[in-house]
């Protein structure tokens, strides 16, 4: 009887340190949490002076049924050059986050894109990457002749920058995820 206790007790000692080993000894990767963004502001100064234009799009109900609400203070001026300013808050938490270190932290794995409605301007980036790939945090728009249209704002997470298309902003071939996207319909006079 005791030999077959002696041996119960060495089989199960025996499995329970061979089960707790591990094989891999090495790092786990940190896992990075991806930004939850609730709200976008970009703020335009006409060059030479004039009042500011801030676009505004806040969604606190995120993926929720509630669209976002959206905001603009003005209308543009025709054959005006604009610097022009992008935000990303999280208004989830008091007081609010602002994501926009982060992006500039992480210049290589952001880039924001800027789509404006044919005909009514054009926008240059004004900050790069350690790279020398765009970011779009700070940017000037050019606006043409009086027209209305749209203007669509999107922050993309890791985006392809080696691409030509994307260097001069156009999103079609960008890949990545979106951390952020608004339209807003905007009047140039």
Do not use: R, W
């Amino acid at each position: 009887m005791k030999t077959v206790k002696f041996l119960s007790t060495t089989i199960f000692a025996t499995a329970l340190i061979f089960s707790c080993s591990s094989d891999d000894d090495s790092t786990p990767e940190p896992v990075l949490e991806e930004e939850v963004i609730t709200t976008l502001i970009v703020t335009f100064v006409p060059q030479g002076g004039g009042n500011a234009i801030e676009l505004k799009s806040q969604d606190l109900d995120g993926d929720g049924p509630d669209a976002p609400i959206m905001t603009i203070s003005g209308s543009f001026l025709s054959n005006t050059t604009y610097n022009g300013e992008v935000e990303f808050l999280n208004e989830l938490v008091s007081p609010p986050d602002n994501i926009t270190e982060e992006v500039a932290e992480e210049s290589l794995e952001h880039q924001v894109f800027f789509n404006v409605s044919a005909g009514l301007g054009t926008v240059n980036y004004n900050d790069m990457d350690a790279d020398g790939n765009p970011i779009g945090v700070e940017f000037t728009l050019t606006t043409s002749d009086a027209g209305s249209g749209n203007l669509t704002i999107t922050l993309i997470h890791e985006p392809n920058k080696s691409g030509v298309d994307v260097s001069s902003g156009d999103i079609t071939n960008a890949g990545g995820e979106n951390d952020i996207e608004a339209t807003f319909p905007i009047i140039v006079q």
